[in-house]
Structures are given as C-alpha cells and as structure tokens.
C-alpha cells in the first residue's frame, strides 16, 4: 500500500507568546501542496521491522526517522505484526515546508488503513500531535489556521485553485531553535483570519512571517530569494515556516529555473 505525503506553506506566521512548557503560541494558516514524498508498507514476512529510505537525503538515521517513530507509537497500541516501509523523499528537509510531519501524520493513516483500524480523524490527529505540532494538519490535509502550539486547527476558506507556485530553497538548513532564538513573541496587530480573506494583492503588507527577519540577517541568500521572486512578478512570497524554502505566488506560469540554479526548484499549478 502506498500514500504520498505532501508539503505545506505557511500564510503568514505570527510568534504571540512563550509558553510555561517551554513551547510558543503561534497564529499562522497552513496550506497544503502538490510536493509529495512516497510511503508504502509491507507486511513484514520475516518479522523483522525495516525502515528504508531514497530520495533526498535525510538528517537522521532510519531508526530515529519520525516515520519509525510513529509506526512503533501504533505497534505499542495495536500489538500489530512487523512491516517494511519505505520512504522516499521529495520534500527538502529544514526548509519549512513540514516534510517530515507530513510523513509521520500519512504513516498513521497508512497504518490504520493497512491494518484495518478505523482510527478517526479525531484518534488519529491525537497520536499525530505526540509527534510534532505540524503533524495534526496533514490527517486532514485541507487550508486550516493553526494556533496555540501550532496543533490547533480550524477550518478556513482560503483557495488558491489556479495560481501558480515557485518553490525555492538553497543549499541551507535552518534548524527551528536558531529561528526561534531570534524572536520576541508579540500579539499581532492585525487579524490573520480576516487578511486572508484581502485580495492577494494586500497580502504583502499584512501576512507576514516574524521568522523572515532573524533569519534573513543570519542567512541573506534567503532574502534575496524573496526579493527576486517579488521582482520576477510574483503577487505574494514568503519565507515558509521557519525557513529555509520561500515561495512565490504568480497568476501565471513562469519559469525561473535558470536564475535559481543550483538550488532546490519546484514550480506547479496549484489545485
């Protein structure tokens, strides 16, 4: 059986508050996009468990890998034989596009569907939840604003059917402690619901990301990035997440592959 696990971008990120758990309240609307990494599970005949991987590479070992992490969550609960997963990766790693949490959320789903398990959304986003606070998005996958840690969704009407993506991301990983370390959480002054509903034209001024600034001063390739999306006709960009992939939304195909050489490219109409 095989899944395919796709990224997100953030529409504006707002750090609100430190947390007493050591976490941050966030206000940010998550959408999902046609990235996809590939996960298939097998029933183990030798009974031994197996994690493989291809693709692009990844920063932990396959026994540290989330999706290993999340099949031995469910094992503990079902008591379920042992498989073989494989995942390969299209999604970059460190780059704020929720790779990984997408791979965890669709290898509960996939372990439920394989198994027979009926889990709920509801079931299903609380064991997501105990693996990342981006990870409860990607059980249902749709537009949703994401606050407290992160974890809580609400549904929201955002549609961006027919616009067309450029994804960029250069040969950086900023990790999520180094991006919050350059942050002082304040309440926005502006309504994040509310914004997203201006014409994409307004958007500039009011979805903002509080990542963008400490990390484009630690990491001005990031920025310049942006700017050149900007200059190259996109109506919106925005670094996503905690960086390091910006993105730019254009009301028409272009292709910039040539001036972006060398780094990290995606271009695609979204659905």
């Keep these: 059986m095989i899944f395919f696990p796709n990224a997100k971008i953030n529409l504006g990120l707002f750090v609100t508050a430190k947390r007493a758990d050591g976490y941050h309240n966030i206000q940010s609307?998550?959408?999902?996009?046609?990235?996809?990494?590939?996960?298939e599970i097998i029933t183990a005949d030798d009974g031994c468990f197996e994690l493989t991987t291809s693709g692009l590479p990844l920063p932990a070992s396959p026994g540290e890998n989330i999706v290993a992490k999340a099949w031995t969550m469910l094992r503990?609960?079902?008591?379920?034989?042992?498989?073989?997963?494989?995942?390969?990766k299209s999604i970059p790693t460190g780059a704020g596009l929720g790779g990984g949490s997408a791979d965890a959320a669709f290898a509960i789903r996939l372990i439920s569907q394989h198994f027979n398990l009926g889990l709920s959304?509801?079931?299903?986003?609380?064991?997501a939840t105990r693996l990342g606070?981006?990870?409860?998005?990607?059980?249902?996958?749709?537009?949703?604003?994401?606050?407290?840690?992160?974890?809580?969704?609400?549904?929201i009407n955002?549609?961006?059917?027919?616009?067309?993506?450029?994804?960029?991301?250069?040969?950086?990983?900023v990790s999520t402690a180094n991006a919050y370390a350059g942050i002082?959480?304040?309440?926005?002054?502006?309504?994040?619901?509310?914004?997203?509903?201006?014409?994409?034209?307004?958007?500039?001024?009011?979805?903002?990301?509080?990542?963008?600034?400490?990390?484009?001063?630690?990491?001005?390739?990031?920025?310049?990035?942006k700017k050149e999306l900007y200059r190259r006709g996109a109506v919106y960009a925005q670094m996503?997440?905690?960086?390091?992939?910006?993105?730019?939304i254009f009301d028409t195909a272009v292709d910039l592959q040539d001036y972006f050489k060398g780094m990290f490219y995606f271009g695609t109409y979204l659905d």
């Design 240 to 248: 996503s997440g905690s960086g390091s992939a910006v993105y730019g």
């Design 158 to 173: 955002v549609n961006l059917k027919g616009k067309y993506l450029i994804l960029v991301k250069p040969d950086v990983h």
């Design 184 to 225: 002082i959480p304040a309440v926005p002054v502006t309504n994040l619901k509310s914004n997203i509903k201006k014409p994409m034209q307004a958007w500039k001024a009011v979805l903002t990301n509080d990542f963008e600034k400490g990390v484009f001063e630690q990491y001005p390739e990031i920025g310049q990035i």
């Design 133 to 155: 606070m981006d990870c409860p998005f990607f059980i249902d996958n749709r537009a949703a604003y994401a606050f407290e840690r992160g974890d809580r969704l609400e549904a």
């Design 76 to 88: 503990t609960d079902f008591n379920l034989p042992e498989v073989k997963i494989h995942l390969h």
């Design 29 to 39: 609307i998550l959408y999902p996009i046609p990235l996809f990494d590939m996960l």
């Design 121 to 127: 959304p509801e079931i299903m986003e609380n064991y």
